[in-house]
């Protein structure tokens, strides 16, 4: 029992590095080593997926073996479809740059504390920016660092207008209050998405919110990419986070899609889900989602990066999504891959958001 939960614990440390470099996000995904929010009540209330005894991972997870399986599903390029996107940025900050006599977007990255996860995923923001044209800036605090140093920050960032986007990288230093940091972040430059006018404006007809958060953008642009249809279909987001399952949901319904959204407190969620044309699994359990959750010819965006224990891995663990790969693409008509499916889609998101914002600044767009 020991030696496994110190596999477990190690596990969950040397993947963070992995997840953070697969996800993108300043904020991080809803996957499965999430700090344990303190019980909310209402709606809010914590997920509690792990401890229904009416809900099993599928039994692939013992033996999955992607290089064996022979999918009938289409798989969802992301990385493809992120490249692309890439290309277009690269190709719409060289136009902005000409047009504004050489001014480029600029994205700023504020990092409290010398986790390695959280450096590693900065540097691979900056490699992202100087890849495309965007200026990158950052500020780097010791972790003693008070609330009130960070938020002083923030402000000058706010007020530097060679800075079109600013991202907070999370998780915070415990003794700051991580909501009342990034409430302070300049809505104009909220290029994550998070603000609550941008949620706001996202959730409202007849709104347009400046910024879209980017993991639910990207999901919707791999639909939309892939020449799937959403106007009219039955879409099942399982999972309510603010970062992924909300969002999505929004954005579905701006898509004219038919939403149900599937947690941890919906009755026979298989059932629920075994109607949908279009599945968004972004709930952090390893292969929760199993073949018979997918009606046939469905299509599957799978947002869960987990780790799970392999033995014949370099690291003994490899990362799998919260969809059973082998067991689902043999009945949905697309599906994307973990990884390599969604997760390149933040990032590229994230460059896209910044170019907009660089835009708007500069009176190029409304």
Known sequence: MGDRGNFKKNLRKDARE????????????HCSFHGALPPLLGWNSPEIWRDRDDIQPCRAILDEDLTKTEPTAAIIDGKMIAEKIRQEVTEEV???????????????????????????????????CK??????????????????????????????????????????PKHMNEEKVLAAVSVEKDVDGFHP?????????GRTPLFVPCTPKGCIE?????NVDIKGKHAVV????????????????RHQATVTVV????????????????????????HLVGGDWIKPGAVVIDVGINPIEDPSAKKGYRLVGDVCFKEACMKASAITPVP???????????????????????????
């Not at 006599?101 to 986790?115: C, E, M, N, Q, T």
């Not at 460059?351 to 660089?358: P, Y």
């Open 18 to 29: 992995d997840i953070k470099l697969t996800t993108s996000s300043s904020t991080d995904l």
């Open 197 to 205: 006018l941008n949620i706001g404006k996202l959730a409202m007809q």
């Open 238 to 253: 399982i999972g309510r986070s603010n970062v992924v399952g909300t969002p999505a949901a929004m954005l579905l319904q």
């Open 131 to 172: 890849e495309v044209g965007i200026a990158s800036f950052g500020e780097d605090l010791p972790e003693s660092s008070s609330e009130e140093d960070v938020l002083a920050v923030v402000r000058k960032f706010n007020e530097d207008p060679s800075v079109h986007g600013i991202l907070i990288q999370l998780p915070l």
């Open 94 to 128: 060289t136009r902005l740059k000409s047009q504004t006599g050489g001014k480029v977007p600029g994205l700023a990255v504020v990092l409290v504390g010398s986790r390695k996860d959280s450096e590693t995923y900065v540097r691979s923001k900056k490699k992202a």
């Open 222 to 226: 791999l639909l939309l990419r892939s």
């Open 340 to 366: 390599g499916g969604v997760g390149p889609m933040t990032i590229a998101m994230l460059l896209s958001n910044t170019l907009d914002s660089a835009k708007r600044a500069y009176g190029l767009i409304n």
């Open 263 to 286: 947690h941890s407190y919906t009755p026979n969620p298989a059932e629920v889900t075994r109607r949908a044309d279009i599945v968004i699994a972004a709930v952090g359990v390893a």
